[in-house]
């Protein structure tokens, strides 16, 4: 139980520290996407891994990156849909709520089919 409570205070501080920077980057850095690139620091992903790796091994430590390729695969999948329906739609809150559903499916998928390749390794 000690261990999940430390777990979760380090996933929460990690992610919390790069939301800041990015906050902080783009206010003081005058070319904006420039925090657009710190937004996609891959800090989640990092504390997931070190977090399998340390509590369950190496072996469900690959498994979770192995994850987070689908989930990155995703994510630049909801970056392009957020450029496309933002600007064709003329809302960011509209076109960022497609985004996210184009995120989930193209992530699910990615994960569904790398799974399902028998006899080589998986996403």
Known sequence: MKNDVIE????FFMGGLAV????????????????????AFPVVMV????????????????????GAVAGMIGCAACVLSAL??????NSWPLGLGISLIVWL?????TNLIGCSRKGRRSL
């Open 20 to 39: 800041i920077t990015c906050w902080i980057v783009s206010l003081y850095v005058p070319v904006k996407f420039i925090s657009g690139v710190f937004a």
């Open 8 to 11: 979760i205070g380090l996933r």
């Open 47 to 66: 504390a997931a891994v070190s977090m399998a790796g340390v509590r369950d091994g190496n072996g469900v430590a690959a498994a979770v990156a192995r």
């Open 105 to 109: 499916a193209v992530a699910t998928l």
């Open 84 to 89: 496309y329906f933002i600007s064709i739609l």
